[in-house]
């Protein structure tokens, strides 16, 4: 399987190309190598390629900054998908779109199902809906992939930005009523490419398993540092509402996804959390 994967320079494009084994090839494209936000730049590639499957991993991911980079925000999530899924039905190309389960809004207390409504809070998930919608329009077999709180040993993400603030600070205020799940993007790859490998088409949910808050997983962040040495002390991490933290874009205060779908195809539940975790902060001491 060849694949080209826009947002290849990003934490699940490098994780593809760390996990793509025997049988497949992957191209990846940052921005320098093609700008997704020029149309006629990505049809073009896409046309050129003698390559199997389209991965959309690129994405406008600051929610915050989204609320005033509206038009950006929607030209990279909304408006560059359906330009890459109709160049896709145009040149016989099956595709990959990673969604965001920020498209889901209030009123959920249970794992959400894929058919679920969509009710976004914030520029950044109507963008990435209008994006789902794109998609599903131009293109009948598309594989579309919901997932949250993405993080890796690099990048700009939760897990580091932690590490960062307690190596720093002596107390830190963690909000507490936001519960999703955390997901590596070493596993996220290695579910697209099983995914593909399957033939899978249609909306599915991929997370690890488990659920959390932001401050359990602060502690857990600092739990598992701490044990390997990443880190010498640890602050006191206090739990406080997302009052205490106004921001431009609102969040799902519970945004869990249903994965047995995911799981009918997988074959069997992805790794908890925790445990996903624990690996990435010893990759994360390895790294220096």
Same mark, same amino acid.
């Given at each position: 399987?060849?694949? $080209?994967?826009?947002?290849?320079?990003?934490? +699940?494009?490098?994780? $593809?190309?760390?996990?793509?084994?025997?049988?497949?090839?992957?191209?990846? +494209?940052?921005?320098?190598?093609c700008?997704?936000?020029?149309?006629?730049? /990505?049809?073009?590639?896409?046309?050129?390629?003698?390559?199997?499957?389209?991965?959309?991993?690129?994405?406008?991911?600051?929610?915050?900054?989204?609320?005033?980079?509206?038009?950006?925000?929607?030209?990279?999530?909304?408006d560059? #998908?359906?330009?890459?899924?109709?160049?896709?039905?145009?040149?016989?190309k099956?595709?990959?779109?990673?969604?965001?389960?920020?498209?889901?809004?209030?009123?959920?207390?249970?794992p959400i199902?894929?058919?679920?409504?969509?009710?976004? +809070?914030?520029?950044?998930?109507?963008?990435?809906?209008?994006?789902?919608?794109?998609v599903?329009?131009? !293109?009948?077999?598309? +594989?579309?992939?919901?997932?949250?709180?993405?993080?890796?040993?690099?990048?700009?993400?939760?897990v580091?930005t932690?590490?960062? !603030?307690?190596?720093?600070?002596?107390?830190?205020?963690?909000?507490?009523?936001?519960?999703?799940?955390?997901?590596?993007?070493?596993?996220?790859?290695?579910?697209?490419?099983?995914?593909?490998?399957?033939? @899978?088409t249609?909306?599915?949910?991929?997370?690890?398993?488990?659920?959390?808050?932001?401050?359990?997983?602060?502690?857990?962040?600092?739990?598992?540092?701490?044990?390997?040495?990443?880190?010498?002390?640890?602050?006191?991490?206090?739990?406080?509402p /997302?009052?205490?933290? #106004?921001?431009?874009?609102?969040?799902?205060?519970?945004?869990?996804?249903?994965k047995? @779908?995911?799981?009918?195809? $997988?074959?069997? #539940?992805?790794?908890?959390?925790?445990?996903?975790?624990?690996? /990435?902060?010893?990759?994360?001491?390895?790294?220096?």
């Amino acid at each position: 399987m060849k694949a $080209l994967v826009f947002g290849g320079s990003g934490q +699940l494009g490098r994780a $593809l190309q760390a996990k793509a084994g025997d049988g497949w090839t992957i191209e990846a +494209l940052g921005r320098a190598e093609c700008d997704i936000t020029d149309e006629g730049a /990505t049809r073009a590639m896409i046309a050129a390629s003698d390559c199997d499957i389209i991965i959309n991993a690129a994405a406008y991911t600051a929610v915050d900054k989204a609320e005033g980079e509206r038009a950006l925000a929607r030209k990279i999530n909304g408006d560059a #998908p359906g330009w890459i899924a109709q160049q896709c039905a145009a040149s016989n190309k099956a595709l990959v779109h990673i969604s965001t389960d920020f498209i889901f809004g209030e009123g959920h207390d249970e794992p959400i199902k894929p058919n679920a409504k969509a009710s976004p +809070l914030s520029v950044y998930g109507a963008t990435k809906l209008a994006g789902e919608l794109a998609v599903q329009a131009a !293109l009948r077999d598309v +594989l579309i992939i919901r997932t949250s709180r993405v993080y890796a040993a690099e990048g700009s993400n939760f897990v580091l930005t932690m590490l960062r !603030l307690m190596a720093e600070r002596d107390e830190l205020d963690v909000v507490a009523d936001q519960t999703g799940s955390p997901t590596a993007a070493g596993d996220l790859a290695d579910a697209v490419i099983r995914f593909a490998d399957a033939g @899978a088409t249609g909306i599915y949910h991929f997370t690890n398993d488990g659920m959390c808050n932001w401050h359990e997983f602060a502690i857990a962040i600092a739990e598992e540092s701490l044990a390997v040495g990443l880190l010498g002390k640890c602050p006191i991490i206090t739990a406080v509402p /997302t009052s205490c933290y #106004p921001t431009p874009a609102r969040r799902p205060s519970y945004s869990v996804l249903d994965k047995q @779908a995911a799981w009918n195809v $997988l074959g069997s #539940p992805d790794r908890h959390w925790r445990d996903a975790l624990r690996d /990435t902060i010893l990759e994360i001491k390895e790294n220096g």
